[in-house]
């Protein structure tokens, strides 16, 4: 079964936003033994939880979120924005408002391209390579201009409806599809709350150069084969599946299906997944005490014993499921 490339760049907000830390490497004061025994169960179903502590006054919330969701799909219950009404601050992997400022973007596009002037022919068999151009040549796009750029950032976009806009989801709702990080940037913006970001744009395009384009290529290949698949059964697709575990709010089992797919791929969970996490809880930390906060985070930083939460609770700090 391939890792579902589509569904795991929505539940970690791996479409265009990212990083580790400005050195791009990952602290090394975190047990990682002590979190194995802190992990949510699949019976703590919420996506938004609390956290506190002894030097904690006010409690902080960290929510996850799914970048791009079916219109049909979306849902925001109210105890979510009560939280966000009881903080100062909203964080986001990236601040959502630099995915439409003009100006960023066109600063990525030199960006997303393969360096060294590697073009996905290099990296895939003849009879791979004529299957990945059908795809894209027959939702309509000119493929001479989407060779060069980088075999994830295709992935993106298979599957998605590219007569609704920008494929990448750019938009709060195009083509059907709804995100949680500009809709609660909406509700931030409402209540004057002050909106930042734990990374940087920059940092994620890089983050893409440390795995290898040919993984890459391979996993674009397989997204498109495994999207092929799903049109023609009834069953549903693997970003479905993943799309109803978001809805039961079981982010257990989005960690425990990314980390079984990622089998096979190399660093791939380590450098996407991990080390994010690791370099996020000490910035989190350091602020608890100060300024309570939201962080609103790919759903699938959240669960497993490398998540967001049980890194927090080997820390000594209490992270428990808020329920409405």
Same mark, same amino acid.
């Given at each position: 079964?391939?890792?579902?490339?589509?569904?795991?760049?929505?539940?970690?907000?791996?479409?265009?936003?990212?990083?580790?830390?400005?050195?791009?490497?990952?602290?090394?004061?975190?047990?990682?033994? !002590?979190?194995?025994?802190?992990?949510?169960?699949?019976?703590?179903?919420?996506?938004?939880?609390?956290?506190?502590?002894?030097?904690?006054? +006010?409690?902080?919330?960290?929510?996850?979120?799914?970048?791009?969701?079916?219109?049909?799909?979306?849902?925001?219950?109210?105890?979510?924005?009560?939280?966000?009404?009881?903080?100062?601050?909203?964080?986001?992997?990236?601040?959502?408002?630099?995915?439409?400022?003009?100006?960023?973007?066109?600063?990525?596009?030199?960006?997303?391209?393969?360096? +060294?002037?590697?073009?996905?022919?290099?990296?895939?068999?003849?009879?791979?390579?004529?299957?990945?151009?059908?795809?894209?040549?027959?939702?309509?796009?000119?493929?001479?201009?989407?060779?060069?750029?980088?075999?994830?950032?295709?992935?993106?976009?298979?599957?998605?409806?590219?007569?609704?806009?920008?494929?990448?989801?750019?938009?709060?709702?195009?083509?059907?599809?709804?995100?949680?990080?500009?809709?609660?940037?909406?509700?931030?913006?409402?209540?004057?709350?002050?909106?930042?970001?734990? !990374?940087?744009?920059?940092?994620?395009?890089?983050?893409?150069?440390?795995?290898?384009?040919?993984?890459?290529?391979?996993?674009?290949?397989?997204?498109?084969?495994?999207?092929?698949?799903?049109?023609? !059964?009834?069953?549903?697709?693997?970003?479905?599946?993943?799309?109803?575990?978001?809805?039961?709010?079981?982010?257990?089992?989005?960690?425990?299906?990314?980390?079984?797919?990622?089998?096979?791929?190399?660093?791939?969970?380590?450098?996407?997944?991990?080390?994010? +996490?690791?370099?996020?809880?000490?910035?989190?930390?350091?602020?608890?005490?100060?300024?309570?906060?939201?962080?609103?985070?790919?759903?699938?930083?959240?669960?497993?014993?490398?998540?967001?939460?049980?890194?927090?609770?080997?820390?000594?700090?209490?992270? !428990?499921?808020?329920?409405?």
């Amino acid at each position: 079964m391939s890792i579902p490339v589509k569904a795991f760049l929505a539940l970690f907000g791996l479409t265009f936003t990212t990083a580790v830390d400005a050195q791009g490497t990952a602290p090394t004061d975190l047990d990682r033994s !002590e979190a194995v025994f802190q992990i949510p169960t699949t019976e703590d179903t919420s996506l938004l939880w609390r956290i506190s502590g002894a030097n904690v006054s +006010n409690p902080s919330y960290l929510f996850g979120t799914i970048h791009l969701i079916p219109a049909e799909d979306y849902f925001l219950q109210s105890h979510v924005i009560q939280s966000m009404n009881d903080v100062d601050e909203v964080l986001f992997e990236v601040d959502p408002r630099e995915m439409t400022n003009p100006a960023t973007m066109m600063g990525m596009m030199n960006k997303i391209n393969m360096r +060294n002037d590697t073009s996905l022919r290099d990296l895939l068999p003849a009879a791979r390579y004529d299957s990945v151009k059908t795809y894209f040549t027959d939702m309509g796009l000119p493929f001479m201009f989407f060779e060069r750029m980088k075999p994830m950032f295709l992935s993106a976009m298979v599957g998605q409806d590219m007569g609704a806009g920008n494929p990448f989801g750019g938009g709060a709702e195009e083509g059907g599809t709804k995100s949680y990080e500009l809709e609660l940037t909406k509700i931030a913006e409402a209540g004057e709350k002050q909106i930042s970001g734990l !990374e940087t744009i920059d940092f994620q395009l890089g983050l893409f150069d440390s795995i290898p384009y040919t993984v890459q290529a391979e996993m674009l290949f397989q997204a498109i084969e495994n999207d092929m698949g799903s049109q023609m !059964e009834e069953g549903d697709s693997q970003f479905d599946q993943m799309v109803d575990m978001y809805k039961r709010k079981s982010v257990a089992e989005m960690s425990a299906l990314i980390t079984s797919e990622s089998e096979g791929f190399g660093d791939f969970e380590e450098m996407l997944v991990i080390r994010r +996490n690791e370099s996020w809880v000490p910035n989190i930390i350091d602020r608890l005490a100060s300024l309570p906060s939201m962080y609103a985070v790919g759903a699938g930083h959240l669960g497993g014993e490398h998540g967001v939460i049980a890194l927090l609770r080997a820390e000594g700090y209490s992270v !428990e499921p808020v329920y409405e």
